[in-house]
């Protein structure tokens, strides 16, 4: 954690006219006892710097094991490898790790690096899931209540993310499961590890902007200032369409927003 903190304040504060393909970004991933918000819990979590001029070869990374104090789901675990018994002997004691893993988030965002993370409404309400539990205020009021010139303005900042699965689904707009192991064979990423390891999707899903930016130049030319609100169009615009799907298949549509 010392070394990945130390990386994210060495970095000077991003102007959010920054472009996707050169800005720095945290990558984040989670594995988690199950899949219900504020029911389950993190179990596993990978936060990854990626230096844009130096690529995977200049990454630095925090990772964490974490007792959750609730049963892994047998389906989970099946999933993730990870069994009560495990966690219990080698897992962090959870406020601890909760509190380190939303720091460095916090410290980056600060500073305009935005956090990456695939389908990352999934991991974000993960770990503001966990926040709360342990008694902690959620990512976007901690970035708020910390950010004085923010404070004193009496504006909102929001949380800055880069969700690769909504932009795949714009500028590919390709058929199939969309799922990380399908988006990475779609663009030639190869992965550093097994799939449903949190270090080894993090680094897949952060390679994921090199391949994209370099095929669609508006994905590499888009600037951090317009990364939500072109995130939020996209996702509305594929919402749209899935639901009409939906529909004509005589099931229920979807609900919700993305983030």
Known sequence: MTSLLDAINAIDTQPLDTPL???????????????RYGSDAIVSACLV??????????????????????????????VN????EYLQAHGREQRAAIKEISHAIVTAQLKNIPLLAYNAPFDIAMLNGDLKRIGMADLTTTI???????????????????DPLIIDREVSKRKGKHKLIDTTEYYGVQ????FHDATADTIAAVDLIEPMSRLFDEVGQLQLKDLMSYQR??????????????ENQGRMPIRGSWL
Request: net charge negative; glycine share 12%.
């Open 81 to 84: 490898g990870f069994t009560d």
């Open 144 to 162: 708020n209540d910390t950010d004085d010139e923010t404070f004193l303005s009496g504006a909102t900042k929001e949380l800055l993310v880069i």
């Open 21 to 35: 393909r050169s800005t720095y970004i945290l990558g984040f991933d989670t594995e988690t006892t199950g899949t």
């Open 49 to 78: 710097l990626r230096n844009p001029s130096t690529g995977f070869d200049g990454d630095v990374i925090g990772y964490w094991e974490i007792n959750p104090g609730i049963p892994m789901d047998p389906y989970a675990s099946k």
């Open 191 to 194: 992965p550093h590890g097994s």
């Open 233 to 246: 169009t996209s996702y509305n615009a594929w919402k749209k369409n899935f639901n009409g799907w939906l």
